[in-house]
């Protein structure tokens, strides 16, 4: 008798330890919408004229993830890499299959890189600039094809809203619609 009543004070105690978890208030910047509950969301974007269809990569381990293991992607689709400031940035291809076109964006949308990437080289890609706050992946070729050039540019309004959307404040972003 003893054990049992043992169990069910032990049983209450996780319960409540559990259920004063779960009540904490959240706080959307701290628990944005999650990766792995988007599976493959897309947004719209325009890089100069040409209109794309996006994933978004906001969190460092969606960053980390970008791509990998993917066997195609969309002629018109890419993923767009989003950081909190413009600094230097590197991509590498680890466990990329796809050959990719990396685009170096800086703080103000416009383009000012583009690199080709070879499917799993490690070595990474370096942006020249120290000053690359997105970068976006689009197939090899797709720059070209697609008639995206330098100084082409991405809308801040855009990206606040695409933020917003995946429950990021545009302004922890230093991200002010244009």
């Known amino acids: 008798m003893i054990k049992l009543n043992y169990l069910r004070y032990a049983f209450l105690?996780?319960?409540?330890?559990?259920?004063?978890?779960g009540c904490k208030e959240s706080n959307v910047e701290n628990k944005p919408l999650r990766s792995g509950n988007l599976k493959k969301q897309f947004f719209d974007l325009n890089i100069g004229k040409t209109g794309l269809?996006?994933?978004v990569?906001?969190?460092?381990?969606?960053?980390?993830?970008?791509?990998?293991?993917r066997k195609s992607m969309g002629s018109n689709e890419g993923m767009l890499f989003i950081f909190?400031?413009?600094t230097k940035q590197s991509f590498?291809?680890?466990?990329?299959?796809?050959?990719?076109?990396?685009?170096?964006?800086?703080s103000k949308g416009s383009l000012v890189e583009v690199h080709k990437a070879k499917p799993f080289d490690t070595s990474g890609v370096p942006s020249r600039s120290s000053d690359i706050k997105f970068v976006l992946e689009l197939n090899e070729g797709a720059y070209?094809?697609?008639?995206?050039n330098i100084g082409s540019k991405i809308k801040m309004n855009k990206i606040s809203k695409i933020l917003q959307?995946?429950?990021f404040s545009p302004e922890n972003?230093?991200?002010?619609?244009n």
């Open 53 to 55: 269809r996006v994933e």
């Open 144 to 148: 070209k094809k697609l008639g995206i």
């Open 92 to 106: 590498w291809m680890k466990n990329t299959r796809i050959p990719l076109d990396i685009g170096y964006l800086s």
């Open 173 to 177: 972003y230093n991200i002010f619609p």
């Open 13 to 21: 105690f996780c319960l409540i330890a559990l259920g004063i978890q």
């Open 84 to 86: 909190k400031k413009g």
């Open 165 to 167: 959307l995946r429950g």
């Open 57 to 69: 990569a906001v969190l460092p381990e969606e960053r980390a993830k970008g791509l990998m293991f």
